[in-house]
Structures are given as C-alpha cells and as structure tokens.
C-alpha cells in the first residue's frame, strides 16, 4: 500500500521528471531495454515504462516510501543479477557517488551492457555541494526542533546527527568519498572524467541539467521550476548528465565508419 506524497515527495519528483527527460534526450531509436541502478521508490522506472521502455530496476535495500508493487528488485550491491550483453542502457540518478566499491561496480556495467550499448548517469555537481554546505544551517534547526519533538519533521538520521558538535559546524559528507570540502573536487567534470577514462569509458557528452536546488530543499515546491531553470544560470546547475560509451566499443565502431 503506497503512502500518500508529501509536498516534498512531490518536490523531488518534479525535478527529477525534469532529469529524466534530460537524460533520455541521449537515447537512441534502438534503445529500448534499460538497467536502472538504484531505484529507490521505483518511480523513476515507471516513467520509463510509460514512456514505452523494457526496464530493470535494482537497488541494495527496500525503500521505506515503495509501493507494495514496486518495481524495483534487491540485490546484494555487487553483483548485477543479469546475464553479460543484456541492457541497451544503464541509468542512474544520484547514485554513483554512493557507491563505496565504485571500481569493481563498473566492471559490471560493462558486463551487463551490450557492446554499442550506452551508460547515462545523473551526477550531482560542486554547485551542489556548495550550495547545500551552505544551506547546511537550515538542517541543523530543522534537526534541532526534531529533537524538540516539532511537528512535521521526520528526518530521524539528521535529529540523531544533530547531537555532534561536529555536525553543527561542519556538514556531512554525501557520497562515499574526501569530506563535504573535498566533494567539491570529486563532484566536479574533471574527478568524473577521470574516473570514467580509467574505468573504461569514454564520455561522449556531458550536459548540466537546467535546474537549481540543494540537499536541503530549503524553499522546496515554493520555489517553481521555472525560476529554479533561472537560478542555476546563476548559481549553477545542481547536476550534470554524463552519456558513455564503452571505450574499445566506441574506438572499434569510429575505425569501421
């Protein structure tokens, strides 16, 4: 039985609806069968099958807001549960930069992927980081009047967190690598390339989508996605789409044209 979205759910939807059509905007007439990484709620596969696509979503634990029906399978965060040459594309959103074993798991999606086949991940970028860092404030009241016992805040990790001196002057960390400072540089186009090349990829483009927020979601639906396509001409956008080919893939089909 699927809980009912609160404006925030909702919040989040909107943008990600706007990264997805984003993302999807890379696809080509012969991708059909998509791998989804991370799937969360399973909403992001149901606005792939919507839009007429084969998808697998998979991801390491059960969402507590998943509807009984999701569509979303578990698995054990190692190895993809799907035979080698399977998926036309892999899809993320927001998930590489919590992945501890990151190495290990790109050999799978080459694994998995078949050979022409096309891997599109949403990245958070340093705009992002810095933004949220600086937004960071707002959490620890938000935390704050949790542990006060306030209505309408249900962010238990962050109430605990709270607790630590630390945490009050100094934002945690969000993905799996450095500290909230380094992050700018591991969130960054460069650190990613990097890490793409030496995993076997080669970044055929790398767009920012054209939205601004934060972790924080300070203003949330308050703020329109209209001005938010604004601000982050201004501020900056708070994630990129990186579209990959396997690297020997896309050498051998360059020599063949």
Request: aromatic share 10%; glycine share 8%.
């Amino acid at each position: 039985m699927s809980r009912r979205p609160t404006d925030r759910t909702r919040f989040l939807r909107a943008i990600r609806t706007g990264e997805l059509r984003f993302a999807l905007a890379a696809l080509r007439p012969g991708d059909r069968r998509i791998l989804e990484i991370g799937g969360g709620q399973g909403w992001q596969a149901r606005q792939l099958e919507r839009r007429g696509y084969q998808v697998c979503s998979i991801d390491v634990a059960r969402h507590p807001d998943a509807c009984d029906d999701s569509p979303v399978m578990l698995y054990d965060g190692h190895r993809i549960p799907f035979a080698d040459d399977c998926f036309d594309v892999v899809f993320s959103s927001n998930v590489l930069e919590h992945v501890a074993h990151l190495d290990a798991f790109e050999h799978e999606l080459h694994r998995v992927l078949r050979p022409g086949g096309l891997a599109i991940h949403v990245l958070p970028t340093p705009a992002w980081r810095l933004w949220t860092s600086l937004t960071h404030p707002v959490r620890v009241v938000r935390a704050a009047v949790a542990r006060l016992g306030g209505a309408g805040v249900s962010d238990a990790g962050v109430a605990h967190s709270a607790g630590s001196l630390r945490y009050v002057f100094w934002p945690n960390r969000h993905g799996e690598r450095g500290n909230s400072l380094s992050e700018l540089y591991w969130f960054s186009q460069r650190a990613w390339q990097r890490h793409f090349d030496g995993a076997g990829w080669q970044v055929l483009a790398v767009r920012a989508c054209p939205y601004f927020y934060t972790g924080q979601s300070v203003f949330g639906p308050i703020v329109t996605l209209r001005l938010r396509r604004v601000l982050a001409a201004v501020l900056g956008a708070a994630t990129r789409v990186f579209v990959l080919a396997a690297a020997e893939t896309n050498e051998s089909m360059e020599r063949s044209g």
